[in-house]
């Protein structure tokens, strides 16, 4: 999906929703268990419940490498499912975190975009950047897929290294500063915390244009609003993630019901402050 | 593999060479494709044919996920092979460079050491620092494992964040100092190229017994000679890696036979210098 095709997205569904497919097994409602395949029962009732309301789907997929290779097959089958039944309709983002040398970064892209190899084709992957440009340029060969690299993440960590440097020289700002050299904003996003948002004043000067990710709304105490405030661009420019508020709203049968209302008020709030906007 | 099971390994076996099973199926030799998976029959044979030279096995996961399901199921076959057929002989390296916020790297933890759960059990798994102290710690709450942490890696983009900051006060240095916080030389390692074998002068100030590991020689144009003049220590403290040389050493039958004398090269110009050194 390319940048135009995302911005229309956007504004169609009036939505800037993406919801995190964190599937803990120790967390799904019970009744799914006995299902041959737990996790992708209930992704698709999440996905199935919600597909009108976010525009962005985002499998963690640690959760699904801790049960090895039967949990790549339910991350595969979750995919393939989003691709399938709602073509066009969602951006889907492989939030693995990956990066490592030109020729290991290379088979790490194959995995995410190339779907006769790996039986999968998401729309984007997150990456590190600790090992600089050629860990992050082959996956920007591949057209009409995106990147998003971390600049400034959601957690306590954040602050051990990527404020590393001077006042107005952190690591974060080299990391954006850089990276514009390696691609575009039509295929490079930067993840940057929701519990950061005054952060974002900092990050816009860098980075005005591009799409940011950001995550950390709900469970990790960001404010939709403050990020909305510092962050959103006339083409939106905002992806805001939610996991686990949505996805474990309930853990009774009404668990995919429970979760569209919670993304519902996520969409409504997100409606209000595109139409404010524009 | 506690720290005294891998040093007596080393002074065992003669030997700091780690092979790295970055097992392309497009540089395997072809007789082995019509195999039901020719991934798990190359890194069998290649493992027998150099199990008593080499003290660790480092399979690249990118190289497995690029296939999918059925490549992580590559994956957990060789890891149990090697578990299963040489206990307590060779130290097994996840090269997987994952980190994530403190319960998503929970997750990656039980990918690569909870065998009940995800069918792998590995001692060691190489994580990225970028996300901070939150995202390596998960990785240390697991008695007898190992991170080895990115500190100076082999490639060019080495050059673009790791040596962010001033002059003694580089990204590096300050991933090497603070992390020492997290862990001990009991289960930490550090990951530093074989290409900045002079760099490892530097490394050795901040961090003079902990284990390194070091790829990069062979392919990527390190020298043995070097890393082991500025990095070797009492217990060795270092795990050369050496991949491509090894493993693609020939494209035909003999490819095994081959893969065992380019290790032999390597351990016994390991040993000459254990012996010199001790």
Request: proline share 4%; glycine share 8%.
């Amino acid at each position: 999906m390319n940048r135009n095709e995302l911005i229309e997205l956007i504004f169609r569904k009036r939505s800037f929703l993406c919801i995190g497919l964190d599937t803990d097994l120790s967390k799904i409602p019970q009744h799914l268990l006995s299902c041959e395949d737990p996790a992708f029962e209930f992704n698709k009732s999440i996905i199935d419940a919600t597909h009108d309301l976010a525009i962005a789907y985002k499998p963690n997929f640690a959760f699904y490498e801790c049960y090895g290779a039967k949990g790549w097959e339910s991350l595969t089958r979750t995919i393939r499912y989003i691709n399938e039944t709602f073509p066009g309709e969602t951006f889907t983002i492989a939030d693995a975190k990956r990066g490592d040398i030109g020729n290991t970064s290379q088979q790490y892209a194959r995995a995410m975009f190339d779907e006769p190899s790996s039986g999968m084709n998401f729309d984007a992957v997150t990456v590190a950047p600790y090992m600089g440009e050629d860990s992050v340029k082959p996956f920007l060969s591949y057209p009409g897929k995106w990147i998003i690299l971390l600049a400034l993440t959601s957690n306590k960590g954040a602050a051990d290294f990527q404020f590393f440097g001077e006042q107005d020289h952190r690591l974060f700002e080299q990391v954006l500063t850089q990276s514009q050299q390696w691609g575009s904003n039509e295929n490079m996003m930067y993840v940057v915390g929701a519990n950061q948002a005054e952060m974002l004043l900092e990050v816009r000067k860098i980075v005005p244009g591009h799409f940011l990710l950001v995550p950390g709304v709900g469970a990790q105490g960001g404010s939709l609003r403050e990020v909305a405030k510092y962050g959103l661009t006339k083409d939106c420019g905002l992806i805001v993630n939610s996991s686990r508020n949505i996805i474990y709203a309930s853990p009774g049968l009404d668990f995919a019901e429970k979760a569209r209302e919670e993304a519902m008020k996520l969409q409504k709030e997100m409606e209000l402050i595109l139409i404010q906007r524009s």
